[in-house]
């Protein structure tokens, strides 16, 4: 279904040359948020969003500066050329 929006999308934007962009809000496992990029061939979301500040750093009764680092490199290691990187 995201990939036939993101077409919906890229062609409205075409036709009427004004730039369109997707973002997601789903939350689930970091794999799970990858896929919906969706692929080179099969276009998905340009920004699903990234929930793992909320979902993976424990802020009580605080968070260090290596938990929020593991944070980021985790996600920005599994992120592609191409893609948007981003944080919630």
Aim: charge should be negative; hydrophobic fraction near 35%.
């Amino acid at each position: 279904m995201v990939v036939e929006w993101r077409e919906l999308l890229d062609n409205k934007s075409r036709e009427e040359n004004r730039t369109r962009v997707l973002m997601l809000e789903a939350y689930g496992t970091l794999d799970q948020t990858m896929r919906y990029y969706g692929t080179s061939s099969a276009p998905g979301g340009h920004f699903p969003f990234n929930f793992l500040f909320i979902t993976d750093v424990h802020y009580e009764p605080e968070s260090s500066a290596e938990e929020i680092s593991a944070t980021i490199n985790k996600y920005l290691d599994q992120i592609t050329d191409g893609r948007t990187p981003n944080w919630v």
